[in-house]
């Protein structure tokens, strides 16, 4: 009988129309909370994703090039240098900068160095692998039976945090322009007054470095080549203006001194 009161008090209700939609509300209100946390959390995982691995792809780049191990010489020099922990200190730099509000455990962190060789047993890559596990909580916390759980771990691509550093030398042909002021204040020392011993002046020490330059290009590739460039009261520079021969004028950009603490540029066709 109980159940028969029942059944004639739920039809009542719908022949009336009174409270008709609050039935189907309370089953749609959890469902419609799951689709808007889903939605809402699932751009904020998507986003913190996307930050994982551009911080992958910036570290695994710092972390090669940082490395100054000679593994030619020594297989066993990023093991005598501490390199992993110094590469995960690293790592745990550059995430905590990219994503400062985001957790990461220790144990989630890894660096893995591979050296590729050739059939010779000749070095002539490293494989550089950055991964990290972010741990993210939901905007919208887990409720009874519908959302995200508390703690969701995300990790970047595949392909990020990843690159090959070659070991092959490529001496490419190289032209270089040096640039060299030789103007009257090579004369003097780096304060800008007469020096007392000889050597002492700008003018020997950029001697110096213009020989060094050159013989460092020079002996690195024959077929470099090396352009000096020597300048003393000013720099050649073209005009918007033209000539009658329809070209654009030179001028020279001049150091002009109008008093002993100022200097002015002016420029002169």
């Given at each position: 009988?109980?159940?028969k009161?029942?059944?004639?008090?739920?039809?009542l209700?719908?022949?009336?129309e009174?409270g008709?939609?609050a039935?189907?509300?309370?089953?749609?209100?959890?469902?419609?909370?799951m689709?808007f946390?889903?939605a809402?959390?699932?751009a904020?995982?998507?986003?913190?994703?996307a930050?994982?691995?551009?911080?992958?792809?910036?570290v695994?780049?710092?972390?090669?090039?940082?490395?100054?191990?000679?593994?030619?010489a020594?297989?066993?020099?990023a093991?005598?240098?501490?390199?992993?922990?110094?590469n995960?200190?690293?790592?745990?730099?550059?995430?905590?900068?990219?994503l400062?509000?985001v957790?990461?455990?220790?144990?989630?962190?890894?660096?893995i160095v591979?050296?590729?060789?050739?059939?010779?047993?000749?070095l002539?890559?490293?494989?550089?692998?950055a991964?990290?596990?972010?741990?993210l909580?939901?905007?919208?916390?887990k409720y009874n039976?519908?959302g995200?759980n508390?703690?969701?771990?995300i990790?970047?691509?595949?392909?990020?945090?990843t690159?090959r550093?070659?070991?092959?030398?490529?001496?490419?042909?190289?032209d270089?322009?040096?640039?060299v002021d030789?103007s009257?204040?090579?004369?003097?020392?780096?304060n800008?007054?007469?020096?007392?011993?000889?050597?002492?002046?700008?003018?020997?020490?950029?001697?110096?470095?213009v020989?060094?330059?050159?013989q460092?290009?020079?002996?690195?590739?024959?077929?470099?080549?090396?352009?000096?460039?020597?300048?003393?009261?000013?720099?050649?520079?073209?005009?918007s203006?033209?000539?009658?021969?329809?070209e654009k004028?030179?001028a020279?950009l001049?150091s002009?001194?109008?008093?002993k603490?100022m200097?002015?540029?002016?420029?002169?066709?």
């Amino acid at each position: 009988m109980k159940i028969k009161y029942a059944v004639d008090f739920f039809l009542l209700v719908f022949r009336r129309e009174s409270g008709a939609m609050a039935l189907p509300f309370a089953i749609m209100f959890p469902i419609l909370l799951m689709f808007f946390s889903f939605a809402l959390d699932g751009a904020h995982f998507q986003s913190n994703r996307a930050r994982l691995a551009d911080a992958m792809n910036q570290v695994v780049l710092a972390i090669a090039i940082n490395d100054r191990c000679d593994y030619v010489a020594d297989k066993e020099c990023a093991v005598k240098h501490g390199n992993k922990e110094a590469n995960e200190k690293v790592l745990s730099h550059y995430l905590n900068y990219y994503l400062p509000y985001v957790t990461f455990t220790d144990n989630g962190l890894d660096v893995i160095v591979s050296m590729n060789r050739d059939n010779s047993e000749k070095l002539t890559s490293i494989d550089y692998n950055a991964s990290g596990i972010a741990t993210l909580h939901p905007i919208l916390k887990k409720y009874n039976e519908f959302g995200f759980n508390d703690d969701i771990h995300i990790h970047a691509d595949s392909s990020a945090g990843t690159v090959r550093k070659s070991m092959e030398q490529k001496n490419i042909p190289t032209d270089f322009v040096f640039i060299v002021d030789v103007s009257g204040s090579m004369g003097e020392d780096i304060n800008g007054l007469e020096p007392d011993i000889k050597g002492g002046i700008i003018y020997d020490i950029l001697k110096d470095v213009v020989v060094d330059f050159s013989q460092t290009i020079l002996n690195g590739n024959e077929k470099n080549t090396i352009g000096i460039v020597p300048f003393n009261i000013g720099v050649p520079v073209k005009l918007s203006k033209m000539t009658f021969l329809v070209e654009k004028k030179l001028a020279v950009l001049l150091s002009v001194n109008l008093k002993k603490s100022m200097r002015r540029l002016a420029i002169k066709d």
